[in-house]
């Protein structure tokens, strides 16, 4: 439990680690593509940390890297003819980035740092937790990007009117992103003020 | 041979190689090229009659390789002289792709058939400028984010990293092109793709290290640390995976790769100067670091939103 709460909350790849960001710039224009996404990288980091954890004795710490990459690309392959075959119109729609899942820094760090010394129940909430703070990061940056751009949340229309259209436009999604981590810390910041005070 | 010699051979092979691109029709069709993207002009060598060429039945205009998808013309006009005819299209022409244009009765001649293209160096050309700018990898594309936002703080880090990317980027793309079509292709393997390209990369970043190792200690020196970054990467892989999707030969891999390793380089260079910059400015201190970056990058990407009106050929 507390390793899938480190995951979503005080290690969340996106906001604290500031790692495999290109997706959550890229497709993050609805909530729903960052969900889509979100499963995917689930999927691969979840099953990737347990092959690792599984295998951890028979691999020779010197083809490590290699190793890792390996299984990071085969699960890929195998979520992408799996997106690709049972729901074409979201893998159109997220293109190339369910392909690029295989470079996610996020996913190699997490097997060099905890699947390759754990046991496979660990790695897999480990891995769970890490997936779902990529998910629920990806979310939030479609939740807001999506409800100022199109005024819209999940595809249903809430507020009938569009606010800021810039907010779909790709490039937005550097400045939802770079705003929500600045947010981020002031509230760190915040709360590490005041228990200085006191 | 000298070095200028071979240059002379590549000049000739590459000349000989885009002949038939640069090819003029012979005969009656003096000259034939796209107009903006609705319209394609014909110019004759002799006088035609009117009736015939201004039919638009007797036109039947396809792009190459599709020649079952024939596109509609809506309008032919000959000009004064009737020495050139002007055929406008429905919809927008792909001005990329060879067109052929079939037309009856021309000047008595049951069939005139010829084609339109874009002269394939501009197309080239084309390809360049548009992973370099308009689909800058980084600002248009948001790959190699994690790169980007961790090696743009100096200048000098930058250059080095942005020209070792365009190194790697450059033999992967070759390397994985070759694979690609002489391999996965011929066999069936189209769903390797992912482990056979990234096992490919990693594969000339060792290699590059090595070599580079025993060759130019130096420069090893000063790019080596970078390297190692280059792996985990996602703009390496993405240009084997667009190649492929794109059934690129190899020129336009080449250039491909050439563009978005410059794109990256050019983004790096950018975001460097401003890193520089912002050290002196007062900057709240909940944004310091990676979100005031990001923001600045959003600007950036909006600057390139400017080039995306860009058509140079």
Same mark, same amino acid.
Not at chain 1, 158 to 171: A, E, N, Q, W
Not at chain 2, 140 to 144: D, F
């Given at each position: 439990m507390q390793l899938i709460a480190r995951g979503i909350l005080?290690?969340?790849?996106?906001?604290?680690?500031?790692?495999?960001?290109c997706p959550a710039v890229g497709i993050s224009t609805t909530v729903m593509n960052g969900f889509m996404l979100g499963v995917a990288v689930l999927f691969v980091q979840v099953f990737s940390s347990m092959t690792i954890s599984i295998f951890k004795n028979v691999i020779h710490p010197r083809i490590r890297i290699p190793t890792y990459t390996l299984t990071i690309a085969t699960w890929v392959t195998v979520i992408d003819l799996v997106l690709a075959a049972y729901l074409p119109d979201a893998y159109a729609k997220m293109g190339i980035f369910v392909k690029i899942i295989v470079a996610f820094a996020i996913i190699t760090m997490r097997l060099e740092m905890f699947a390759c010394k754990e046991t496979v129940k660990d790695s897999f909430w480990d891995a769970l937790g890490m997936g779902l703070g990529f998910m629920v990061g990806m979310m939030v940056i479609g939740f807001v990007r999506e409800l100022l751009g199109s005024g819209a949340v999940m595809g249903y229309d809430? *507020?009938? =009117?569009?606010?800021? *259209?810039? =907010?779909?436009?790709?490039?937005?999604g550097f400045f939802v992103v770079g705003l929500m981590m600045g947010f981020f810390n002031w509230i760190e910041l915040y709360y590490k003020r005041k228990k200085g005070v006191k | 041979m000298t070095p200028a010699k071979y240059i002379h051979v590549v000049a000739a092979a590459l000349l000989f190689w885009l002949m038939p691109f640069a090819a003029v029709a012979e005969g009656l069709v003096v000259d034939q090229k796209f107009k903006g993207d609705k319209e394609i002009v014909v110019s004759f060598s002799a006088p035609v009659d009117q009736a015939v060429a201004e039919n638009p039945a007797n036109y039947t205009v396809f792009e190459e390789p599709d020649p079952d998808i024939k596109l509609e013309v809506a309008s032919a006009v000959l000009a004064a002289g009737g020495k050139s005819v002007t055929l406008s299209f429905k919809d927008k022409l792909n001005t990329a792709m060879t067109h052929v244009v079939v037309a009856k009765?021309?000047?008595?001649?049951?069939k005139t058939t010829f084609t339109v293209s874009k002269s394939y160096l501009g197309y080239l050309f084309g390809i360049l400028i548009s992973a370099l700018l308009i689909n800058n990898f980084v600002f248009?594309?948001?790959?190699?984010l994690c790169v980007f936002f961790g090696t743009s703080k100096k200048k000098s880090t930058a250059k080095g990293m942005g020209v070792v990317f365009t190194l790697v980027m450059v033999v992967s793309a070759l390397m994985s092109w070759v694979f690609y079509n002489f391999i996965l292709i011929p066999f069936n393997l189209n769903f390797l793709q992912i482990v056979v390209f990234i096992g490919l990369v990693s594969l000339t970043v060792q290699a590059i290290d090595t070599i580079l190792r025993k060759v130019n200690p130096v420069l090893f020196n000063s790019f080596g640390v970078y390297l190692v970054l280059?792996?985990?990467?996602c703009v390496i892989i993405a240009v084997p995976l667009i190649l492929a999707n794109n059934n690129y030969n190899v020129f336009e891999t080449f250039m491909l790769a050439l563009g978005a390793g410059g794109g990256f380089l050019l983004a790096l260079y950018l975001m460097s100067s401003v890193s520089e910059r912002m050290q002196l400015a007062n900057i709240p201190p909940s944004f310091k670091g990676l979100p005031i970056a990001f923001i600045v990058a959003g600007q950036f990407a909006m600057a390139f939103l400017g080039f995306s009106g860009l058509q140079l050929f």
């Open positions: 005080a290690e969340n790849p996106i906001f604290k680690l500031a790692l495999s960001m809430v *507020l009938g =009117f569009k606010p800021l *259209l810039f =907010f779909i436009l790709p490039s937005a | 009765g021309l000047a008595g001649i049951e248009t594309k948001y790959l190699g280059v792996i985990a990467n």
